[in-house]
């Protein structure tokens, strides 16, 4: 169920990019989701976001690559 808030924006976006709706409105279901999460205290939270975030973590470190040029060479 939608929020009134979402309700409209999803007026007011429609309007502008109708083929971007469905879309949006998924997105911004689950922005509106992940908040509500975060303002309920920790033990009724609905989700793991620190093991989610380590996850991330742990991919993006694993993919940076250094090039050996320290900045100051480089200019």
């Avoid at 971007?20 to 509106?32: I, R, T, Y």
């Avoid at 009724?44 to 050996?68: I, M, N, P, Q, W």
Wanted: charged share 35%; proline share 4%.
């Amino acid at each position: 169920m939608k929020s009134p808030k979402l309700k409209s924006q999803g007026k007011f976006i429609s309007a502008i990019f109708p083929e971007e709706e469905d879309d949006l409105s998924d997105v911004l279901c689950e922005f509106d989701a992940v908040i509500e999460d975060f303002t309920s205290p920790v033990e009724k939270r609905h989700f793991r976001y620190d093991e989610h975030l380590k996850t991330a973590k742990r991919r993006s470190s694993a993919s940076v690559s250094d090039s050996g040029i320290s900045d100051s060479e480089s200019k």
